[in-house]
């Protein structure tokens, strides 16, 4: 076995109990093709030098990793979806395969991190579904969290893609299409309807149970022996700072999730779980990611009011223990993070001090200009990154083109004063292209065509390098 000593496997979930998941056996694919490997992050958690074959008999067999699960667990919860609650969810076509520690020195060492997983078979909750994932479904996740990760999102991350050898049928893509194997790695998959089923089935104990392990595990550095009151509060406190900082930075990237159902909301607040997501071409506030989002409920515009309510009905689960005027004190800050956080990822983006009271004020205004004035998206922050370091020379020429309007014209004027940030590095080969790394629908679709007509992977794993190229800018 190539498994590195340095792995840790965790099997922390077991202590929860089977009224949290049920024991399920993974889907026996016809064939096992791997497309895709992540091997930084395999690297980093003491698994890069697991052979092709060994990695396969991991990630689509599903033989458990040592010192982790015995067997794979699908996660009950349930969930608003589009706002109504669906008391019917729970892992369909996933579960929780494996748990390690993340012991990479920095500031996140000792992190509990999960493998779960996306098209693995059936489940209890699979709602008569197949329990399957399109290949082009696992192509979308990849590109997301490559390109989120390169861009300072909280995000999981995409560790394996191995086609399955199925034909599937769908509705919303042409069928019959090809089939694969998701592996995501996450830090923690205990969502909001996690506790939305507990409150609904009035298991009050079990919230309790839940909580306790959440800070343990999640929030180490709150008290989790103190009473049930105190720890809702605190942990509250902690999922707003958590959930107003991932949508601030969604924003700042410009990025549209799609489907931001109370399920999809996990408490650490990690961006994940991706089916149908855009990047802004322009900024709009009223561009959507979803076909069937008609009336533009999770618009772009309306991503930090729904990640809000989301967390309200988190604190809804509470309310038997813990009166609503002190819920609302706590959830009161959102608005305030959201903002701080927006100023500092825009700021981060700009490469420009974070400190500097004309950045903030620079950051609060940016995204209106950048709508009215409708350049490219992108293109802008391509331009303008590396704040006083001169880049902006060629962002300020760059107006003429764009026919920019007088506000943000203003704007960038005004970045030209700002101090620079001590991590701007206007001198990246990555500013050294004619333009930037984008990520837009139809360089999605063409990457799925090559592989799609073709069967040519190469684009993929070119673009891949691409992103990973442009990290933190």
């Given at each position: 076995?190539?498994?590195?000593?340095?792995?840790?496997?965790?099997?922390?979930?077991?202590?929860?109990?089977?009224a949290?998941?049920?024991?399920?056996?993974?889907?026996?694919?016809?064939?096992?093709?791997?497309r895709?490997?992540?091997?930084?992050w395999?690297?980093?958690?003491g698994?890069?030098?697991?052979?092709?074959?060994?990695?396969?008999?991991?990630?689509?067999?599903?033989?458990?990793?040592?010192?982790?699960?015995?067997?794979?667990?699908?996660?009950?919860?349930?969930?608003?979806?589009?706002?109504?609650?669906?008391?019917?969810?729970?892992?369909?076509?996933?579960?929780?395969f494996?748990?390690?520690?993340?012991?990479?020195?920095?500031?996140?060492?000792?992190?509990?991190?999960?493998?779960?997983?996306?098209g693995s078979?059936?489940t209890?909750?699979?709602?008569?579904?197949?329990?399957?994932?399109?290949l082009?479904?696992?192509?979308?996740?990849?590109?997301?969290?490559?390109?989120?990760?390169?861009?300072?999102?909280?995000?999981?991350?995409?560790?394996?893609?191995?086609?399955?050898?199925?034909?599937?049928?769908?509705?919303?893509e042409p069928?019959?299409?090809?089939?694969?194997?998701?592996?995501?790695?996450?830090?923690?998959h205990?969502?909001?309807?996690?506790f939305?089923?507990?409150?609904?089935?009035?298991?009050?104990?079990?919230?309790?149970?839940?909580?306790r392990?959440?800070?343990e595990?999640?929030?180490?550095?709150?008290?989790?022996?103190?009473?049930?009151?105190?720890?809702?509060?605190?942990?509250?406190?902690q999922?707003?700072?958590?959930?107003?900082?991932?949508?601030?930075?969604?924003?700042?990237?410009?990025?549209?999730?799609?489907?931001?159902?109370?399920?999809?909301?996990?408490i650490?607040?990690?961006?994940?779980?991706?089916?149908?997501?855009?990047?802004?071409?322009?900024?709009?506030?009223?561009?959507?990611?979803?076909?069937?989002?008609?009336?533009?409920?999770?618009?772009?515009?309306?991503q930090?009011?729904?990640?809000?309510?989301?967390?309200?009905?988190l604190?809804?689960?509470?309310?038997?223990?813990?009166?609503?005027?002190d819920?609302?004190?706590?959830l009161?800050p959102?608005?305030?993070?959201?903002?701080?956080?927006?100023?500092?990822?825009?700021s981060?983006?700009?490469?420009?001090?974070?400190?500097?009271?004309a950045?903030?004020?620079?950051?609060?205004?940016?995204?209106?200009?950048?709508?009215?004035?409708?350049?490219?998206?992108?293109?802008?922050?391509?331009d303008?990154?590396?704040?006083?370091?001169?880049?902006?020379?060629?962002?300020?020429?760059?107006?003429?083109?764009?026919?920019?309007p007088?506000?943000l014209?203003?704007?960038?004027a005004?970045?030209?004063?700002?101090?620079?940030?001590?991590?701007?590095?206007?001198?990246?080969e990555?500013?050294?292209?004619n333009?930037?790394?984008?990520?837009?629908?139809?360089?999605?679709?063409?990457?799925?065509?090559?592989?799609?007509?073709?069967?040519?992977?190469q684009?993929?794993?070119?673009?891949?390098?691409?992103?990973?190229?442009?990290?933190?800018?």
């Open positions: 076995m190539s498994i590195s000593d340095s792995f840790k496997g965790e099997k922390s979930h077991l202590a929860l109990g089977e949290f998941f049920a024991p399920v056996k993974p889907a026996n694919f016809p064939a096992a093709t791997l895709f490997r992540n091997d930084p395999a690297a980093r958690l698994l890069g030098d697991l052979t092709d074959e060994e990695w396969i008999a991991h990630f689509a067999r599903f033989e458990p990793l040592p010192g982790s699960l015995e067997e794979p667990l699908a996660l009950a919860y349930h969930g608003h979806q589009f706002r109504s609650y669906n008391p019917e969810l729970g892992d369909g076509r996933g579960f929780l494996a748990q390690m520690r993340d012991l990479e020195a920095n500031e996140q060492s000792g992190r509990l991190l999960d493998l779960g997983t996306k078979g059936q209890p909750w699979s709602r008569g579904g197949d329990g399957r994932l399109t082009k479904g696992g192509v979308r996740e990849i590109l997301a969290t490559e390109m989120l990760e390169a861009l300072g999102v909280n995000t999981s991350k995409t560790l394996s893609i191995i086609e399955t050898g199925e034909d599937l049928m769908r509705g919303d069928s019959p299409t090809r089939s694969a194997v998701m592996v995501r790695l996450s830090h923690s205990i969502r909001i309807g996690s939305q089923r507990l409150a609904a089935l009035e298991q009050k104990d079990d919230i309790e149970k839940l909580l392990y959440s800070l595990h999640y929030y180490p550095e709150l008290n989790s022996t103190l009473p049930v009151a105190n720890i809702i509060l605190n942990f509250l406190e999922v707003v700072q958590k959930t107003a900082a991932t949508v601030a930075n969604w924003m700042a990237a410009g990025f549209v999730h799609g489907v931001l159902n109370t399920d999809n909301i996990n650490t607040g990690e961006s994940f779980d991706y089916g149908p997501w855009r990047f802004l071409p322009i900024a709009d506030p009223g561009f959507t990611a979803a076909y069937f989002d008609q009336t533009g409920l999770y618009a772009y515009g309306r930090p009011e729904t990640i809000f309510w989301n967390v309200c009905r604190a809804e689960c509470f309310t038997s223990i813990v009166g609503a005027a819920l609302e004190t706590v009161q959102f608005e305030h993070a959201y903002r701080a956080s927006l100023g500092k990822a825009l981060r983006r700009l490469g420009i001090s974070n400190i500097d009271g950045a903030m004020d620079i950051a609060s205004t940016l995204l209106p200009a950048l709508t009215e004035a409708q350049v490219p998206f992108e293109g802008f922050f391509f303008h990154h590396g704040g006083s370091q001169g880049r902006l020379t060629r962002g300020l020429e760059a107006q003429a083109d764009y026919s920019t007088a506000n014209a203003r704007l960038s005004k970045i030209l004063e700002c101090a620079p940030s001590p991590t701007a590095n206007p001198a990246h990555y500013f050294e292209g333009q930037p790394s984008t990520l837009l629908i139809e360089e999605v679709e063409a990457l799925w065509d090559a592989i799609d007509k073709s069967d040519d992977w684009p993929l794993y070119h673009k891949v390098e691409e992103i990973r190229g442009r990290n933190g800018l």
